[in-house]
T-cell receptor, first 114, second 109 residues
Framework: DTGVSQNPRHKITKRGQNVTFRCDPI?????LYWYRQTLGQGPEFLTY????????KSRLLSDRFSAERPKGSFSTLEIQRTEQGDSAMYLC????????????FGPGTRLTVT | GQNIDQPTEMTATEGAIVQINCTYQ??????LFWYQQHAGEAPTFLSY????GLEEKGRFSSFLSRSKGYSYLLLKELQMKDSASYLC??????????FGTGTRLQVFP
């Protein structure tokens, strides 16, 4: 399968714990995006990378959130000291610079903070 | 600011035609996307319009008017499997998509 993959698919954690999610983009795509989606809403942009460089971070991304893409391939999103308000679906997408801005989404990681 | 509006919910009958509207006001414009999202799943690409007019792809068509900041998605010969959320999205520049809240479509027999 050559699509975008995300792990884990589901994560349940207690408030105050740290969690880390992984995204593997389509192999030839050099842009990688993270979005957050809550029930009944569209995805909200969090951050994006071009190769290993993080080029933009949303104001939604508090200092408890950090994302990396160390070798320009897979990416991780870490949330420290989770809060109940962090419960959401975290979506990863990738795109090619040569494309028409179309982004291909992974299946998402559903986070539940209890 | 960035603003994309679409109706929250719509209902339709199997076999019918439904039109989902989207209006946008964004700082930039590099085309407009429609994505389909079934409950609990990732958004999947339906269409991309960058020029004014109608783009047809099977049962789905998408229309764009840049001067009016308006688009619609037209679904014909509705099937039960078309029950999903339909997301309108605009890339104001090259880095991110701004999404509307999505329109939840329910198709009844």
């Amino acid at each position: 399968d050559t699509g975008v993959s995300q792990n884990p698919r589901h994560k349940i954690t207690k408030r105050g714990q740290n969690v880390t999610f992984r995204c593997d983009p389509i192999s030839e795509h050099n842009r990688l995006y993270w979005y957050r989606q809550t029930l009944g809403q569209g995805p909200e942009f969090l951050t994006y990378f071009q190769n290993e460089a993080q080029l933009e971070k949303s104001r939604l991304l508090s200092d408890r959130f950090s994302a990396e893409r160390p070798k320009g391939s897979f990416s991780t999103l870490e949330i420290q000291r989770t809060e109940q308000g962090d419960s959401a679906m975290y979506l990863c997408a990738s795109s090619s610079l040569a494309g028409n801005y179309e982004q291909y989404f992974g299946p998402g990681t559903r986070l539940t903070v209890t | 600011g960035q603003n994309i509006d679409q109706p929250t919910e719509m209902t339709a009958t199997e076999g019918a035609i439904v039109q989902i509207n989207c209006t946008y006001q964004t700082s930039g414009f590099n085309g407009l996307f429609w994505y389909q999202q079934h409950a609990g799943e990732a958004p999947t690409f339906l269409s991309y319009n960058v020029l004014d007019g109608l783009e047809e792809k099977g049962r789905f068509s998408s229309f764009l008017s840049r001067s009016k900041g308006y688009s619609y998605l037209l679904l014909k010969e509705l099937q039960m499997k078309d029950s999903a959320s339909y997301l309108c999205a605009v890339p104001p520049n090259t880095d991110k998509l701004i999404f509307g809240t999505g329109t939840r479509l329910q198709v009844f027999p």
